[in-house]
């Protein structure tokens, strides 16, 4: 059964386009990883689901309820946690989670016992009687999560559940995330590549709006390591060239620019090894026909070249601490 | 239904838990205080005058050398003061993201806005309850007709409410405190410059139309023991505006 069914999303301000023709569905019990550079568009997506903001075309069921038919019902059996954890600094973890269960509708009989298992989940005992304002972005965070638990709700959706935290929160969440997988079908969104392989089943990956890529996660993979694009630029181009690239195997998709030649490797596999041969035999085939060999790129498909931006990012984070 | 109690009662939790009102309600006695304490001191000049002179004109009347002047300090009191209680009630949430929250819970905008005006009412009307001490301690000293001074509390919870419904309408038009403040002042302000407009404009149908617009007039009528129709609507109406229009602007979260 389809949890979440997003179809033809599309969202402007103004002359800008946020997301363009966003179409997928998520599964009961899944865990889905929606992945991204900063300004992809995933918070906007997020926005719409929730039903805190209207899109500009499409349409968005949750558990069978149309978001913008039923609003009420669609927001019963969301959890959402924002980018920005949405606490009030003067109130206790406590209040504020009693209060947050009691907005949600959860019975008046279950509240208490609803926050206690959100506050055991998120492990935020120790500071239970604190106010929030006094609270460390860790622990803000982790209220924000607990926030988004308290109503038991069927389907969570999680805005960067780990930004801003240290590493040792970083597991710890990412580790409470796995633990909530099966008894809530779970969005999260992430520019972090590894977040994503450690938590989730699927994954969607958009960028500038648009999804350009959604599989499982052993898919995406076999796909990414079958596509590299070689380029190399040529003194003098000629037929003969042109034919001995051809006569490659290995080879396909040959096109020619001004001053050389751009081809695609299908190596058909991960082996690496294979694709490096291929390298190797174009640039022998380039000096062989005397072509005047100046420069060979090689270079990664889209795809990977997203990914390649974002495990990089991942890097600065540990390494530099910048998020 | 149950959106309203819960979003009031948070709203409301908060404020009393915070010096804001405290601070507010203690500035508030303080001008409330002295005045009527010179209110007092006139009335009992002027009774003692009236009865030198025999007591024929019936003496001082203690409801408009009292209490009138307290309600009219209080109500100039309450411009101020609810404006800067009713600045929280959306800037905040607005400024602390929340908002996200309130507008992805399973509650209306109706709800929210319902919530809020209770919330922002129960406040003012808090204050409105404490100025009402005063005349209520003159009871052990002196008896008087209850029927004015209840018509004018009425008309004072009335005023305040519209207060607060302009005040929330203007903290949902921005995220900064200050200009919501100020806005909320301003809108409270040109409420009781219509009046001033009503006196420029002698030919019909203007003046009438202007003078129903002046909430001077409803207001003085209720001080002076007079509870219409007319003065019901007028305050009815500026709050219900208020408050749909303060709805629109919630619901509009959604399409920004």
Known sequence: MDMIEVSGLFKSYGPIQAIHDINFKVKKGEVVGFLGPNGAGKSTTMKIITGSMAPSGGSVRVAGFDVFEDPIEVKKRI?????????????????????????????????????EKSIEKTDLGSVRRRLIQNLSKGYRQRVGIAQALVSDPEVLILDEPTSGLDPRQVAEVRALIKELKGEHTIILSTHILPEVQAMCERIIIINRGHIVAQDSLEGLSTRMAGATQVKIKVARPSGEVEKSLQAIPGVSALVKSEHGYAMAIASGGAADGATDGVVERIAEAAVQSRAGLLELRRESADLEEIFLKLTTSEETQTTGGAV | MRGVLVIAGKDLRNLFLSPLFYGIAGL??????????????????????????????????????????????????????????????????????????????????????????????????????????????????????????????????????CYVAIGMFASSLTESTVLSVVMALIFNVMLWFVGAVAEAQPEPPWNKIFEHLNVGTHFVNFIKGSVSVAGLTFFASVIVLMTFLTQRVVESNRWR
Request: one cysteine or more; glycine letters at 8%.
């Open chain 2, 28 to 161: 508030c006695t303080i001008a409330w205080t002295l005045v009527y304490f010179l209110g007092l001191q006139d009335f009992a000049q002027a009774s003692a005058m009236s009865m030198m002179q025999g007591g024929q004109d019936g003496g001082a009347n203690i409801h408009f050398v009292v209490f009138a002047r307290h309600i009219s300090l209080v109500n100039l009191v309450m411009i101020f003061s609810v404006s800067a209680m009713s600045m929280r009630l959306f800037t905040e949430e607005k400024r602390n993201q929340t908002m996200s929250l309130l507008l992805t819970s399973p509650v209306t905008a109706t709800e929210i806005t319902l919530g809020k005006l209770l919330a922002g009412l129960a406040a003012a009307w808090a204050l409105v309850a404490i100025s009402f001490l005063y005349p209520l301690s003159l009871r052990a000293f002196a008896s008087f007709d209850w029927g004015p001074l209840i018509s004018s509390y009425m008309g004072l919870l009335l005023i305040t409410g």
């Open chain 1, 79 to 115: 959890g959402y946690l924002p980018e920005n954890p949405p606490v009030y600094g003067d109130m206790s973890v406590e209040s504020y989670l009693k209060f947050v269960a009691k907005l949600k509708g959860v019975e008046a009989s279950r509240v208490k016992a609803q926050v």
